[in-house]
């Protein structure tokens, strides 16, 4: 809960200001920066205060998410094992493995018993887990049915909490489906090695809904719309003519656009629009855990028709599968035989594209940045801190959860994107080196790409919409506390945080502070202080929310977005390619359903929700009731409008404000 009346640390009294700086000098030892880690030479936290754990409403999530994807892979057991099922041969040249498999199975039934109870234990008693929540987690004094469901006594693990305890269990899940034995074990339930047919993937969904994507995945109308509402949405950009390295011919475009059209006319009307991966070309294809992988680097153009078209809608024209034009780069476009497999090449590119840059580099990195320097230069007391809390809670648990157990050498991300961790790694670092914070303010980003010419956007349309939400709240609660710009460049509390963020021996963010003034960043005006904690929202919110969930209901049907490819590239338009062989391995499938499915179905704060998960209001200045009030009806607006749109376009729901979390928590 909020402190009652913040204030800028020049108006307090010099007894409170000493309190303020003591506080502080206590964070500073909490909240400390790390550079040797394996996203050197970024600043991460070195370590997660026992404050920013997870929370048991969090947990809960989690489990139950497990609950599913375990309960999928023991349906098809019982399927092949279970009573009255036709039982597998057991094969004689190695019998002990089958027996391993069988003993595996009741392993991992033993593990579903487990996280079943976790559940139903302390359903009963929800209170109880409230008060060990409180214990743990930043939020105290959680209550509640959610909270219930996952919380449970310490008594069975002295000292670890339910939410340790949850991750503990998944954790034990993962580690026997990846043991030999567990391996071997989905080559019994056939859900290993090269699929017979597209088909199988589906089958992977045994007791979980196959995502609506599985029926039109290789359509041309919907390649074309992930562009501009998939989980990378923020790729593609307008050109005014193609750059020599993709040379489409007049003909070619002509094939999709239609003959009264031409590449000219397109570029000079801006309707020409490129994605094109040249950051991939750095990273080094892998081969973890026993299987080359593969990754091109494609140029992919789209255009859409000219004004007055019944159908306005983007369409994809041409494919390249490398950045220079060779013999084994050709040009392929919808009529040429390779086009279905060069459709899935530039998927694959957008998947590790997606996880690495758009994904951790863009949302997770950028926002550990705020996270870490926020309580270390602002008093809790601080009108910047009390709004900033909320849109940083989770993100350092989450982030250092993954650096240990997903983007390591031998964990998940290894085993599936198409580079080596290191190179996957870097790619992310590169991206986020190179960050300037102004730059990718919304607007600017938008206007920057060149793509406010396309009339179907639902991406740039929702999300700019949030954005104007974002800043108007923003603006409204902050002009409560600095009534002009010299109180902003008093704030030496403000100028220490931005100062933090983008310095060396800080988070060391690019593009931070105000544009145009050199030495150590600063910030002079209201004006920019209100874009630059416009954009900590809105990334560690909306922004987050556009590449994270779209993972679960798009990215967890590995067609649709594969994160590698298994056999070269096509390296003629006319070779039609081996579709399953390119296509990941069952057992990847299954792992890549897994984890896309427990990143992207976390679900438990809502943006504009400050009351959410704890007792009484957040905000305890009365003056901030009534722009919060004017926030919420503005997202609530959103919603009603977003819903409209979605009646006459395919559903874009993931800037929903109902759907955006607060924070980055998963």
């Known amino acids: 809960m909020a402190t009652t009346t913040p204030s800028l640390p020049q108006t307090d009294s010099p007894a409170e200001q000493k309190a303020r700086a003591e506080q502080l000098q206590a964070a500073q030892q909490t909240y400390t920066y790390a550079y040797g880690t394996i996203v050197q030479p ?16 969090w947990a809960g999530s989690a489990v139950i998410l497990t609950l599913d994807l375990l309960g999928n892979v023991l349906a098809k057991a019982s399927k092949i094992f279970g009573a009255g099922a036709k039982k597998p041969t057991i094969p004689r040249e190695s019998p002990e493995d089958f027996v391993k498999a069988v003993e595996t199975i009741v392993e991992l039934r033993d593990l579903h018993e487990d996280l079943s109870k976790l559940l139903t234990e302390l359903h009963a008693n929800p209170v109880r887990a ?30 670890e909490s339910p939410a340790e305890k949850a991750l503990r269990l998944i954790r034990e899940i993962g580690k026997k489906l990846l043991t030999d034995f567990g391996q071997k074990l989905l080559a019994y339930l056939e ?6 047919d597209i088909g199988v993937y589906a089958e992977q969904f045994q007791t979980m809904r196959v995502p609506e994507i599985e029926s039109a995945w290789d359509d041309d109308r919907l390649f074309a719309w992930l ?41 000079k009307e801006g309707r020409l629009f490129l994605l094109d991966y040249a950051a991939l070309a750095t990273v080094k294809t892998g081969t973890f855990p026993d299987q080359q992988k593969y990754l091109a680097v494609p140029l992919a153009l789209f255009a859409i028709a000219p004004q007055g078209a019944a159908d306005r809608s983007l369409r994809a024209v041409a494919i390249q599968l490398g950045q220079a034009p060779d013999n084994e780069t050709p040009v392929i476009t919808p009529s040429s035989p390779a086009w279905s497999i060069a459709k899935i090449w530039v998927q694959i590119a957008d998947g590790n594209y997606h996880e690495m840059v758009a994904h951790l580099g863009e949302t997770h990195l950028v926002v550990e940045a705020f996270a870490v320097a926020t309580p270390r230069n602002l008093a809790t007391s601080h009108p910047l801190y009390v709004l900033l809390e909320p849109h940083a809670r989770g993100t350092l648990f989450i982030n250092d959860l993954a650096l240990k157990v997903l983007i390591n050498t ?11 961790i290191g190179s996957s790694i870097q790619l992310a670092v590169d991206r986020v080196v190179g960050y300037s914070l102004h730059e990718s303010f919304l607007p600017e980003a938008i206007q920057r790409r060149s793509v406010e010419t396309l009339p179907v956007y639902p991406f740039r349309d929702d999300a700019m919409q949030i954005w104007g939400a974002i800043h108007q709240w923003v603006q409204s609660y902050l002009g409560i506390y600095y009534r002009n710009d010299e109180d902003v460049q008093g704030d030496y509390e403000l100028q220490a945080w931005v100062r933090d963020l983008g310095g060396k021996n800080g988070a060391r963010l690019g593009g931070v502070g105000e544009p145009g003034i050199p030495g150590e960043p600063t910030i002079r005006t209201f004006r920019y202080l209100v874009n630059v904690a416009t954009m900590a929202i809105y990334t560690g919110s909306a922004q987050h929310a556009a590449v994270n969930f779209t993972q679960s209901f798009i990215m967890k049907y590995t067609p649709a977005v594969p994160l590698a490819g298994y056999l070269p590239p096509p390296a003629s338009a006319d070779e039609q390619g081996n579709l399953l062989g390119t296509l990941p391995p069952l057992q990847k499938s299954l792992l890549q359903q897994a984890l896309l499915t427990l990143l992207g179905g976390v679900y438990y704060t809502k943006l504009g929700d400050y009351d959410r998960n704890i007792p009484g209001q957040y905000f305890q200045d009365a003056r901030v009731a009534e722009p919060l009030s004017t926030f919420q009806a503005s997202l609530a607006r959103i919603e009603s409008d977003i819903g409209r749109k979605n009646l006459s376009r395919i559903p874009y729901i993931v800037l929903l404000p109902s759907q955006i979390p607060q924070s980055i928590n998963i």
């Open 130 to 159: 409230a008060a060990q929540e409180a214990s743990h987690g930043p939020a105290k004094g959680l209550l509640g049915f959610a909270e219930g469901l996952v919380a449970r006594v310490e008594a069975a693990i002295e000292g």
């Open 410 to 420: 031998g964990g998940t991300v290894d085993a599936l994107l198409a580079g080596t």
């Open 227 to 267: 562009r501009v509402a998939g989980p990378n949405p923020g790729l593609i950009k307008g050109i005014p003519a193609l750059p020599p390295s993709f040379p489409v011919s007049e003909a070619q475009y002509r094939e999709t656009m239609g003959a009264n059209d031409s590449l000219a006319a397109a570029g």
């Open 42 to 57: 970024l600043a991460v936290a070195t370590t997660v205060p026992k404050a920013d754990g997870p929370a048991v409403i």
């Open 191 to 196: 859900f290993f090695g090269e699929a017979p």
